[in-house]
């Protein structure tokens, strides 16, 4: 089955590791902080924070500490679970969850807007969280989940979905669905 046009954007999506030169604006930035925090969390906890990083300086000091995200991109967004900022003890629990589907957000956010991404995982990696922490001077409160490389492409991908039909189940485990 083709996937719908209205979803398309969803498949655009792919891990981009090369981008031009050309510096992302604040503005657009801010905008995928935006979109970041329209996303859902437990009890609406919203237990994040974000570190806009462009400074050439400071993606450098990040490359360093990032075994698998040595990639060359004018932004970085490190995205954080924030033990002060959760509105209410859920946050504590589920941040993760929270802040994954705020970095998904992200994620399709600058699908949307022609830019390339690249999530690379931090937590719950040994060492790196308290090295990323260490270069954006995050506060002891503050735990990186993850870091968002956000530039224009140069890598062309073309849009996929990884469906499996034999990953979905309906109504029970090993069901598949009646055919009609
Ligand atoms: C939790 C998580 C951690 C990831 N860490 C890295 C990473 O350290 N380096 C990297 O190049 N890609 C990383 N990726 C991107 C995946 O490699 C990528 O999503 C996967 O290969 C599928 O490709 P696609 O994003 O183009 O669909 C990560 C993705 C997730 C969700």
């Known amino acids: 089955m083709d996937w719908l046009p209205e979803i398309e954007f969803i498949f655009r999506r792919r891990s981009i590791r090369k981008f031009t030169d050309q510096p992302v604006s604040a503005e657009i930035l801010t905008q995928l902080s935006m979109a970041a925090m329209a996303a859902p969390s ?24 990032l075994p698998y995200g040595k990639f060359t991109a004018p932004a970085a967004i490190v995205v954080c679970g924030s033990k002060l900022s959760a509105r209410n003890p859920a946050g504590l629990l589920f941040w993760q969850q929270d802040c994954s589907a705020a970095a998904e957000n992200i994620l399709l956010a600058a699908e949307a807007l022609n830019l390339g991404s690249c999530w690379i995982g931090v937590y719950p990696i040994p060492g790196i969280p308290k090295a ?8 002891i409160t ?39």
């Open 42 to 65: 437990a009890v609406n906890s919203q237990p994040w924070e974000f570190v806009m990083v462009t400074d050439p300086g400071q993606l450098a000091e990040l490359r360093n500490v």
């Open 142 to 180: 503050v735990t990186p989940l993850c870091v968002i490389y956000i530039g224009h492409p140069t890598d062309q991908k073309d849009p996929r979905s990884k469906y499996d039909p034999a990953k979905v189940h309906w109504q029970t485990y090993g069901k598949k669905q009646d055919p009609n």
């Open 132 to 139: 990323v922490a260490k270069v954006v001077k995050l506060p």
